[in-house]
């Protein structure tokens, strides 16, 4: 059973550039979680979706971030018109339906901001 | 400018001792909280986790003890050994689907 699986690994745009990032769940996980963690910090939570749903966005900011969930293919994490204070670590977690409590992390994405 | 952040609280210890990491916690009706390991360029990896109905849970090599009236919780790790060299974060559940991650302690484990 694979883990949360997430790519690219590294992304390096330049300002003004998009990122899109992408994140699979763990098979039968249909609940994902993107956090961000700066260097020397904690994650931070972003937005929480279900399939075609966004069900927690309070930790997203209001302009240049989204997030989608669709029913089918990967959850994405949007950046537009990136600064370079988006540079960051992305996580994403998943967890089952019966245990949103219980989440787990893939391997992240670390985007770079030029 | 470029942005630092702050340095990680940083506990080395003797391969073969006992470490002990603590954190505080800022939400009373949290009920739900999970240790996580971060190792260098990875995701956080769980390794223990307690409910606020308890205040004590041993896993294999780990203790995670949870102090409900001062908020505090704490992860002890026995006869530490080289790989369990990593960051170490507390993350707590409050009934949503937010966790809410402590800052951090570096763990050196020296031979």
């Known amino acids: 059973n694979a883990g949360v699986m997430q790519n690219p690994r590294h992304l390096v745009r330049r300002r003004g550039q998009e990122a899109r990032l992408r994140c699979s769940p763990m098979k039968g996980h249909s609940h994902v979680y993107w956090y961000r963690q700066l260097p020397e910090e904690g994650l931070k939570f972003m937005v929480y979706?279900?399939?075609?749903?966004?069900?927690?966005e309070s930790g997203m900011p209001k302009e240049r971030f989204s997030a989608e969930f669709p029913k089918e293919g990967p959850s994405i994490l949007r950046i537009q018109q990136v600064v370079r204070g988006d540079s960051a670590a992305y996580f994403c977690?998943?967890?089952?339906?019966?245990?949103?409590?219980?989440?787990?992390f893939g391997p992240g994405t670390r985007l770079t901001v030029t | 400018g470029e942005s630092v952040g702050l340095h990680l609280p940083t506990l080395s210890v003797q391969e073969g001792d006992n470490s002990i990491i603590n954190c505080a916690y800022s939400?009373?009706?949290?009920?739900?909280f999970i240790w996580y390991k971060q190792e260098s360029g990875k995701g956080p990896q769980f390794i223990i986790d307690i409910r606020s109905n308890m205040d004590k849970r041993q896993g294999q090599r780990v203790t995670v003890l949870l102090n409900k009236t001062v908020k505090h919780l704490s992860l002890q790790i026995a006869a530490t050994q080289p790989g369990d060299s990593a960051v170490y974060f507390c993350?707590?559940?409050?009934?949503?689907?937010?966790?809410?991650f402590g800052g951090g302690t570096r763990l050196m484990v020296k031979p």
């Open positions: 993350a707590e559940n409050n009934a949503g689907n937010m966790l809410t």
């Open positions: 977690a998943s967890s089952p339906p019966v245990r949103t409590d219980m989440q787990y």
């Open positions: 939400n009373s009706a949290s009920d739900y």
């Open positions: 979706l279900q399939k075609e749903n966004i069900i927690d």
